[in-house]
């Protein structure tokens, strides 16, 4: 992991903060989305929107995105956008392949960025995963199953895992009762977003989904 994490911003990085690709000006984007994301933080109407485009074949055809006072989330948007749009030999990907990318993926191709914004960079995949799902149920389809590492340690502050969240919201719970039953984000706050992410992915949804 340490090819991602750097001391300082690449040029990579800034320039995608500057000239962020497929982002909206608008409200809402001049296509037809057959799939539409969003993640919502927690302050300031903060918002990370993601609407999509697929065709037959499930290839991405338009991809547009959207962040409302969410600057952290912009460059690292912008590259994911790029990725699925680029994909290989200038083709864009399709529906397994873009859901393959990872945080991690984003950073990289970044040229990395400090650690500490690191978590800035789940808000892409878990927007289009969303957006996919949302294109999925529209065609009757069975939705993307999460490839969340449920073990993983999501917050170092209470030691809670990836799986204490998505439990919590597949029983419903809100993510302020999550906050207030276990505590997660209310330490040093830096996991905040990516289980905010975790959360609206899985809320309400029954186990295998």
């Known amino acids: 992991m340490s090819e991602v994490m750097m001391e300082k911003y690449s040029d990579c990085y800034l320039d995608h903060l500057r000239s962020p690709r497929f982002m909206l000006r608008e409200e809402s984007p001049d296509f037809e989305a057959s799939g539409r994301g969003r993640i919502k933080g927690g302050a300031r109407d903060s918002s990370l929107t993601i609407w999509i485009r697929l065709n037959d074949d499930g290839i ?53 960025f400090p650690g500490h914004k690191i978590h800035a960079s789940f808000l892409g995949p878990a927007a289009l995963r969303l957006a996919v799902d949302d294109h999925l149920r529209a065609q009757g389809l069975d939705l993307q199953a999460s490839d969340a590492e449920d073990d993983a340690l999501l917050c170092h502050c209470h030691t809670l895992t990836v799986r204490d969240v998505i439990g919590a919201a597949r029983a419903g719970h809100s993510f302020d009762e999550i906050q207030n039953k276990l505590g997660i984000a209310t330490g040093c706050g830096s996991c905040e977003w990516q289980a905010r992410a975790i959360h609206q992915m899985h809320h309400n949804q029954p186990p295998g989904h």
């Open 60 to 112: 991405f055809e338009r991809f547009a995105w959207r962040a409302r006072h969410f600057p952290r989330a912009v460059a690292s948007t912008s590259m994911l956008a790029e990725l699925v749009m680029s994909g290989t030999n200038g083709r864009p990907l399709a529906i397994d392949a873009a859901l393959a990318i990872t945080p991690f993926d984003l950073a990289r191709a970044l040229g990395g």
